[in-house]
């Protein structure tokens, strides 16, 4: 029997421009089958938790944009489960909101948080892990955050230093560390006390919004002035109107990293952001030539370690190409080395100046 | 006044596999603006003639699929004037058919053959070898090509050596020389006696019925059946019935290497046959960063040397990219070395192998 006490918050609004062109504004990188397997990440992610929550208890939370495509890739989830933001502004705004919608249904209720567009791999230890986070956030007031049990001197993470042990298998946090150096990543791998910051949070709703009212105030006095109106009709209308006077900001940085109620769980899950092509390429299936082919047929001479990364599936014949990026996707082609990829932020923004916002 | 006994015919049958997938089975490179020039080859080639040949004696032979394109790109051409060939059967059975028609309508007319996917260059000095050339046949019982005066020791063209003078500006032909070696293209270049083979003809109609009648007496003696049905109603009926019961061959094998009455006008206007995506790319205007982009918008970072030919208007972002064909055609993306160029038939030989006839 699944807990009815429970929540989750499926974050799923951003924009995954570091994929662009192959993530678009209008179809960002959760709403992509990006790993070849048949299921778009946000699917993955809703499949994951499944087993864990109640379906009615599954929210959504992105941009009102983006409504149309959860109701065509989950048609099982109800209007009510999606709440539509009318405006981007990061995370805090978006959970001090899911926390006041759902304390609205059930005062009792804790929720894990988590992004949509990551992957995770040995999902019995990931769901083992929720499930004594959940414990552990509804016997405590704690702010819990899953913390990744490195497996690489990865400097493209935060890190997190875990303090002393505070029950079995969870910690007090040290540290947050922002992304480090290539020597430090390195120190942080050998020492065993640095943990990947995997965004994926557990806390009872009282907990979330007493941090908040404490941490900051001018995101949670927003939507204080909404009380009673949360899980009503009134909802929708007064979101409209106040979301947007939100300021923009992280839940890490209004939170997470000023309150002193916050622990960690170091997992051994797999788990990657998917931030970058290059980590795309090394979690998805390859072709017999090392080649990476999503939506395309490919006929491949003396090619490898490419992404052909196509929306509207087509024939790819390469010959002589190794290590790039092609995405391809209807009005726009690019072609760019891998080794490049940070340049491709550049890269949309000369778009964005010499086009508009026509190819974004 | 233009001479109402001269008749050109412009063959555009050709399907073009060379410059796959930008020229298609359903859209050949005489149907594109190959060149960026906001004229097809097509077009270029009939705006090339109509200073010399009354507009209603310009003929079209093609493939009737291609019927659709000609009145597209050219809809001040009446039906009269498109030839349907019903099956693809080379040179000799296209230029024996135009014969007879042309005959039909004029028995003392002359006419000038010409390919429609070339480009010509310095167009006052063709105009004045085709007239020049006109007047030579109509005089005289003689098969005329144009020998183009070689600019440099090309191996991809096949060679015409000139013999003995006959009139002011045209010699009998001593060999036709298919393509040689790079040393023997040296050779040819440094004697003066050769001269590329521009597949462009000029005789009177009675002379190449003739000339096909003693060396090509299987293809000319299909069209003797149908005597007395060229230029009439009757005339379609007959060619879709006897047309594909024609041996393929072209005029050169058929007619030129045998006949007795064979010239050459040495012309010294500039003529590439486009037969290479190479040369294709040295004939186009080049962005300041040195690449060729049809129908595309680029932002193209580190990379010169490319020929991008796109089919649907798109933007393309390129980083580190050096002397490739890149092909994006809707349904099929080519990147390809242009080194490589040579290696697309193979690649379309196994695209036809593992697809069939889809994307050809």
Known sequence: MKNNHRYCVIMCGGIGSRFWPYSRTSRP????????????????SYDRILPMVPAENILFV????YAPLIREQLPEVSEDQILLEPARRNTAPCIAWAAHHIAALDPEASMIVTPSDHL?????????????GFDFVEKNDALLTLGIKPSRPETGYGYIQIGEPF??????????????????????????EFFWNSGIFLWSA???KQALERHAPDVEGVFQQGE???????ERKFIEENFPGCMSISIDFAVMEKA????????????????????MRDNSPKNRDGNVTHNCEGLIYNSTGN???????KLVVVDGLNDYIIADTGDVLLICPIAEEQRIKQMVNDVKLKFGEKYL
């Open 260 to 279: 002193d109620n916050v622990f960690v769980e170091p997992v051994e899950f797999g788990w990657n952001d998917l931030g970058t092509w290059s980590s």
């Open 62 to 65: 992105t941009n009102e944009i």
């Open 228 to 234: 009673g109106l949360f899980g009503t009709p009134a």
């Open 307 to 313: 992404i052909f990364a196509i929306t509207d599936r």
């Open 206 to 208: 009282r907990s979330i």
């Open 29 to 44: 990188k959760q709403f992509l089958d990006i790993l070849g397997t048949g299921r778009t990440l946000l699917q993955m």
């Open 167 to 192: 029950v079995n298998g969870i910690n007090r946090v040290k540290t947050f560390t922002e992304k480090p150096n290539a020597e430090l990543a390195k120190v942080f791998l050998d020492s065993g």
């Open 120 to 132: 995770i791999t040995r999902e019995t230890l990931f769901q083992e892990s929720v499930l004594a």
